[in-house]
């Protein structure tokens, strides 16, 4: 899937493929009707550029009869989004149409960074998995015996047992 993403003044990102507004402030995604992202989508790329409202009402409501009010509905929701509290951001300019005032690039590599730190992340738990089991493996090792080498509890017990015996053997004849 190719990624249509608009970067709005390094704040907002407007997915076309999945019609979302993110605000990366405050982490908010909202998604957005079609109108209003086929609005919003209009004025990003002509950024700077007055687009009359004719424009706007024939390409995006297809000269519908209500699109007049739909289009205002539309450009108010637009700025609640965007916190355009001012109407500086998208600027209303009187018998002609609406202008955004923003930095706005196109990016298809946005994923990328995240993509390589999700990648640098999981090989990162991936070699600290390996070096726990490596630490694990040499730790329950015996430091003392042989590789492949077990230790024989039965000799030991006999051993330690012979020993027993002749403490016992000894303290009783000196008694």
């Known amino acids: 899937m190719q990624k249509h993403q608009l970067f709005i003044n ?10 979302t507004l993110k605000d990366t402030k405050t982490g908010t995604t ?14 990003a790329k002509r950024k700077g550029e007055v687009v009359s409202r ?13 699109a007049e009010e739909g289009l205002n509905q539309a450009i108010s929701s637009l700025r609640k ?9 998208i600027e209303t300019v009187p018998k002609k149409g609406y202008r955004l005032n923003a930095e706005v690039s196109e990016g298809g590599k946005s ?22 089991m490596l630490f694990n493996k040499a730790e329950n090792k015996s430091s003392f015996e ?9 000799y030991q ?8 015996k002749k403490d016992s053997i000894q303290n009783t004849k000196g008694l």
Do not use: C
């Not at 004719?54 to 000269?63: A, F, G, T």
């Not at 916190?83 to 500086?88: A, L, N």
């Not at 017990?157 to 027993?164: H, M, N």
């Open 10 to 19: 390094e704040r907002f990102i407007l997915d076309e493929d999945l019609h």
């Open 54 to 66: 004719e424009q706007l009402i024939n390409d995006i409501w297809n000269n519908y009869g209500g």
């Open 146 to 154: 042989p590789n492949g080498a077990e230790i024989d509890t039965t």
């Open 30 to 43: 909202t998604r957005l009707e079609l109108r209003l992202l086929l609005l919003m989508s209009l004025l």
């Open 157 to 164: 017990k006999k051993e330690l047992d012979s020993i027993r």
């Open 81 to 89: 989004l965007l916190g355009d509290i001012d109407k500086k951001l």
């Open 111 to 132: 994923g990328k960074p995240v993509l390589s730190y999700l990648m640098l992340v999981i090989a990162l738990l991936l070699l600290v998995w390996i070096a726990s």
